[in-house]
């Protein structure tokens, strides 16, 4: 290996073990473990008191419910201290009349974001980027985006992806771009020739023996 490799920095990788953490947040301290049974959404954010990161929490904030009903909590971070993170709730429930109900790491050592790969270089050696992993029951990274700067996240698109993986998980199945519950799934294609060629006598909708839909 040679020393540039090593200098490289670990990243989290899919359908791997996320990696675990302890951290102390605005509602007491918080590891991975904690979690178990649930599907996680950890997201970071570059600063509190900031226009954007303002706007993505306010709409997290206001997707709880429907998080909780999918079996899922969301998990804040930035490198900021508790005392920060508190500051600015109680001012977006001023401001805004938003209550943030869920909690956000205080991670002024880095090592939360540093072992999640939010520390990006290219955008800032100080700030965690918008990053976004979905974690599911069992503590296995499921999915992980980042976002710039400059740019807010969409909330309902991780709803969307939730429900999304619970049903592929569910059925067996993959899904669509832009699929919402109750729109038809894709049937994971045949393996051999002779799957192939039985695929469009199984009773889908195939356009083509690779490309089957259904309804669940």
Same mark, same amino acid.
Request: proline share 7%; charged share 25%.
């Given at each position: &290996? ?8 670990? #990243? ?8 675990? *953490?302890?951290?102390?947040? /605005?509602?007491?301290?918080? /590891?991975?473990?904690? %979690? ?5 959404? !950890? ?5 509190? #008191? ?7 929490f306010i709409a997290f904030a206001k997707a709880v419910d429907e ?6 909590? !969301?998990?804040?971070? $930035?490198?900021? $201290?508790? *005392? ?48 976004? #992993? ?6 296995? !990274?499921?999915? &992980?985006? %980042? ?12 709803v969307r992806l939730v429900k999304a993986m619970q049903t592929s ?48």
């Amino acid at each position: &290996m040679t020393d540039q490799q090593e200098a490289m920095p670990s #990243f989290p990788r899919l359908n791997e073990r996320a990696p675990e *953490f302890k951290a102390p947040t /605005t509602h007491g301290e918080k /590891t991975l473990d904690d %979690y178990k049974g649930k599907w996680l959404v !950890l997201f970071s954010h570059p600063a509190d #008191f900031t226009p954007v990161c303002t706007t993505e929490f306010i709409a997290f904030a206001k997707a709880v419910d429907e998080f909780k009903s999918i079996n899922t909590e !969301l998990l804040g971070l $930035s490198i900021d $201290s508790v *005392f920060s993170h508190i500051a600015w709730e109680t001012n977006i429930r001023e401001k805004f009349g938003v209550e943030i109900s869920f909690p956000i790491i205080a991670d002024l050592s880095m090592q939360v974001a540093k072992a999640y790969g939010m520390i990006q270089p290219g955008a800032s050696d100080t700030s965690a980027v918008r990053a976004t #992993f979905i974690i599911d029951p069992e503590g296995i !990274l499921r999915a &992980m985006v %980042y976002y710039p700067m400059s740019n807010g996240r969409s909330i309902p698109e991780f709803v969307r992806l939730v429900k999304a993986m619970q049903t592929s998980d569910a059925n067996g199945v993959a899904t669509p771009e832009g699929w919402q519950p109750g729109d038809k799934v894709i049937v994971p294609p045949p393996a051999t020739a002779q799957a192939a060629a039985k695929r469009q006598d199984e009773g889908y909708e195939c356009t083509d023996w690779y490309f089957c839909k259904k309804t669940l």
